[in-house]
């Protein structure tokens, strides 16, 4: 289990919308190979009865009056922007015809 | 006046200031002639605006004159501000002022960003009278022990330029280490405030996690992540702490709980303490110079009249695997924001779907896309409860056993680090050789404990660590600990040979 493959680099890589040249697919593969084995370790442990843990305290829902507060205008919200078509940000084609 | 004055605590500085023996202009122009003297050698500031800086400090010693300076003990103090927390600097109704600087967190991929709001930690310390020098340099999104992540260039330790000086928070250690700021701030996910401490003879702490708001801070992983203090000496940190903590009604992590007056708190008196040592903290790979000045360090508590007592966390070698599931998991969500659209670096590719993946492959570091992959791997179909869940079920039992000790004890003594400062690029090619240096951090942050690390002596000249890991919200008695040790030790009383003038 702990090697992994080519096609799984490159599979987790689309998964993570990153894309990798062919040098970083292979060092990735070697190196992530190597990470995974020793986290592999983690097996040997009996977690049979132990439930597990996302945070250390305990969160609960918090309520405050639903009264209108300052936010960020438009105008900062956009301002970092790298393309912006005022008021909005403008992004690459995501649907085209016969795709 | 004996030392230079940037290598002065803040305690001294304070009442040199409202004695007015000293101004805060006097003392902000020190830090920045210690920062321009060092800027190509340390590396350590990515933002800097030394006019707004000097402003600040003229406002200062106008409210020192007006004599309202009462009950504010870093009123007119300078500090550094790692570049991982969002800055902006804003009047009282909202207008921008001078000085609000960007925000990079180390990375390619938000060259140039500037944040449309401030974060609670630059807020609280506007608020307390500090004065911002600038944003320190930090591995990538603070994922790193060495700050070689970094994509503005590696830190240098100010104790021997040719060794790191930790990471990921290495601009902010090594700014308090250098004198060229009388205090910082860092974040801790897995050790990057308390190791940094360790390798250049720095304090740092680490607080509970849900202590110290966490808006504003950009994310890495967010169930780990904590903000904390680097200064010169225990009675520092906790005055800075002071000024952080409390409950953020914008950080939904933050916990309404009480704040003690920390400093009120350092009596210098352990007697009656019993202090745990847990075994599996000496491991194999800890160099004997450090494990000496630690044992050391154990002794002269004893010495002080606490109770030592020998004790075990058996699944802390569990800690490193369980930490590189989790802190990764984490971070490839919080890092999926990074999309080239809202803000920061983009590709400009006329697809949306390359516009991403080139974005991001171009924006990102080498580790910073390792832990991306080994999180999207461990939250991927087929491995999720094999990796993730798993890992977060190990994580109920570090935390069980920390909870265990705890009940029997009143905090835990440790090594910080097992090494001293190395070379840099040692360890560069070989990520599990870098993770290891976190062996002895990592498991309290699991486990969601407040520690410190306070310096404990030198071994072949250059800092080591010794870690105080206390209960949860307890940090009153890990500075208790800290201080007393500090003060019976006076190591922190070093300074590094290449710091005077």
Known sequence: MATISRDDVEHVARLARLHLTDAEIDRMQSQLSNILEAIETLQQVDTSHVGPTASVIQLENVMREDAVRPGLTRDAALANAPRRDDPFLRVPTVLREGR | ?501
């Open chain 2, 1 to 501: 006046m004996s030392l230079p004055l940037a290598d002065r605590t803040i305690t001294e500085l304070g009442e040199l200031l409202r004695d007015r023996a000293l101004s805060s202009r006097e003392l902000t122009d020190a830090c920045l002639a210690r920062m321009a003297r060092d800027a190509e050698r340390l590396n350590t500031f990515l933002a800097v605006d030394a006019d707004a800086t000097r402003a600040a400090a003229d406002e200062a010693d106008a409210v020192i004159h007006r004599g309202d300076a009462g009950g504010r003990p870093l009123l007119g103090i300078p500090y550094a501000l790692k570049d991982i927390f969002v800055t902006r600097a804003l009047d009282d109704e909202g207008n921008d002022l001078p000085g609000g600087l960007p925000t990079t967190a180390g990375s390619r991929i938000l060259e140039g960003y500037r944040s449309p709001y401030p974060s609670s930690a630059q807020q609280r310390l506007a608020d307390a009278g500090a004065i911002l020098l600038g944003k320190t340099n930090c591995d990538e999104f603070a994922m790193g022990s060495s700050n070689e992540n970094s994509a503005y260039g590696p830190v240098r330790n100010p104790w021997d330029e040719t060794t790191v000086p930790g990471g990921s928070s290495g601009g902010s250690s090594a700014a308090v280490a250098a004198g060229q700021a009388c205090f910082a701030l860092g974040t801790d996910t897995g050790g990057s405030i308390r190791q940094p401490a360790s390798l250049t003879g720095t304090v740092g702490m680490k607080p509970t996690y849900g202590r110290v708001s966490r808006w504003g801070m950009i994310a890495f992983a967010s169930s780990l992540d904590q903000c904390g203090p680097f200064a010169r000496s225990v009675h520092d940190v906790a005055l800075v702490l002071g000024a952080l903590a409390g409950h953020d009604s914008r950080d939904s992590t933050s916990v309404d709980t009480p704040v003690p007056d920390y400093a009120a708190g350092l009596t210098g008196d352990v007697r009656g303490l019993r202090l745990g040592v847990p075994r599996e903290y000496f491991v194999a790979g800890m160099e004997p110079g450090v494990e000496a000045a630690v044992r050391d360090g154990i002794e002269t508590l004893r010495r002080l009249g606490a109770e030592i007592v020998d004790v075990s966390l058996p699944s802390t070698d569990r800690g490193l695997a369980t930490y590189y599931i989790i802190a990764p998991a984490e971070a490839s969500a919080n890092l999926a924001r990074f999309d080239g659209v809202r803000y920061g670096l983009s590709a400009g590719a006329d697809e949306l779907w390359e516009n991403y993946t080139h974005t991001r492959g171009a924006g990102f570091g080498a580790e910073v896309k390792r832990r991306i992959m080994l999180g999207t791997y461990a939250l991927s179909a087929g491995y999720y409860d094999a990796f993730y869940v798993k890992a977060q079920q190990v994580r109920t039992l570090i935390k069980a056993e920390f909870d265990e000790v705890l009940s029997t004890v009143d905090a835990i003594l440790a090594p910080t680090s097992p090494t001293v400062a190395f070379k840099l690029g040692a360890k560069v090619d070989d990520p599990l050789a870098m993770y290891l240096n976190d062996a002895c951090t990592l498991p309290v942050n699991i486990a969601g404990l407040p520690g410190i690390s306070v310096p404990c002596g030198l071994s072949g000249g250059l800092p080591v660590g010794l870690q105080v890991i206390g209960r949860a919200w307890d940090e009153a008695t890990v500075l208790r600990v800290a201080d007393a040790y500090e003060r019976a030790a006076g190591f922190t009383r070093l300074r590094p040979p290449t710091a005077h003038d």
